[in-house]
Structures are given as C-alpha cells and as structure tokens.
C-alpha cells in the first residue's frame, strides 16, 4: 500500500481519500485514479474542480454538500455518477458530463437549487430515484433516446422546469417523476409508453397539454393531479 500526502490531499493507492485543504480551485495531482467516498464533502471553500482526464470513478457522496462549488469538469471514462455524489451542491450552475457516463444514480444532484441548464450524454441509460430532484432553477432537460429507465422521483419539485423531451426507448412514467414540477407547461409521452405511475405529474399546475401515446395502457391514480382528462388514453389532452 503507498500513501501520499501532498498540499492536504490523503492518497492511497491511487485513491483521492480526503481533500482537507481550503482552496478555491484545488488541483487534483495526476496520480489519482478514483475520488474516494465522501472525499470532498461538506467543504464550503470550493468553487470550481477539474476531476483529471485519468480519474475513471468517482465515489458516492464525493462532492455532497459542497455548498460553494459552482463549476465542474468531469472527464471523458467515468461511466457512473454515483448516489448523493453532487447532492445539496446549492452554489452548482454548471456541470460538464462527459459521454462515457451511462448511469446517473440516486441523488446525485439532488437539491442542486442553482442549476439552471444540463446537457445528457447520448449514452446515458439510466436516471435512478431523485437524481435531480429539487433542482429549482433547472428550465429545460432532453433526455437521450440512449436512456431506457428513469426512476421514480428523478425530477421531482424542479419547480423551475418548463421544458422536458422524454426519450423513446422507455415503456413506463414512474411514481412522482415530474411531481411538483409546477412550472411544466407540456409533456409528449413517447410511443412505447405503456403505464403512467402514480402522481408522475401530480401537482404540475401549469400543465395545459399532454399528448399521449396510442400505446398507452393504463394511467394509475392521480398520475396527473387527480384531472378529469387523465384517462383519456391515446389523444391530446387540455386542462
């Protein structure tokens, strides 16, 4: 095992355990292959970061409550955002996600309140439970036709967001995915569509248009705010 110790950066074996310094803009020394758990958190003095082009994991909760941090590159190999890993990030505007990430897991960027735009990777194939959740100021989100799953909650109370392009692939809306999303004007589900969960656009006040699909099958309770139109499968609805 080899430790390394440089301007308060705890290295083991390749792996970024602790950041303990206080700068703005740390630099991660070229040696690091993977950010440890937790190894940022709850440090309040950064504002930017640079993850290195030879880190290739980052580990869940790394970046968690890192209340100043406002810009972060991450690079090209890193194939998963792990749980919590951006989690109450309230400073965080922009977030470069390389292509190679496929999965974007619980929490990551839950309470994110300052990101306003995001752009998905094309290879992106799963957005697990609350990943975005309570991104207030998030407008808009495309998500690519690569995504196959997206959890429940996955954007809920983005009360900010106006604009959502679902991906093709997906065959169900799950429980509370756009719930409380209050600013959501318009929705088109896409034809593979079969089930819409419940509350999937439960209080989405501004919701005036939803297209639905003629693969539609069923539309669990209050899937839509408890709207008298929600059952009507297969046609355009209007509030």
Known sequence: MSDYNVNEFNIVDGVLVKYTG???SPVIPDCVCSLGKGA???NDSIRSIVIPPGVVEIGASCFASCRSLEKVIIPEGVITIPDSAFSGCQSLVYVMIPGSVKRIESFAFHNCTSLET?????????IFSSAFSSCRALREISIPDSVRLILDRAFAHCESLEKVRLPL???????????MCSSLTEIAIPS???????????????LERVQLSAGLEF???FAFSGR???R?????CRS
């Open 22 to 24: 206080q700068e703005e």
């Open 40 to 42: 940022f958190r709850y």
């Open 118 to 126: 995001l752009t998905l990777p094309d290879r992106l194939e799963m």
């Open 169 to 179: 692939g997906i065959d169900s809306i799950a429980e509370e995915t756009f719930d």
């Open 192 to 206: 593979g569509v079969k089930r819409i969960e419940q509350r999937a656009f439960f209080y989405c006040r501004a």
């Open 219 to 221: 539309i669990e309770s």
């Open 228 to 230: 008298s139109e929600e």
């Open 232 to 236: 009507r499968v297969g046609k355009e």
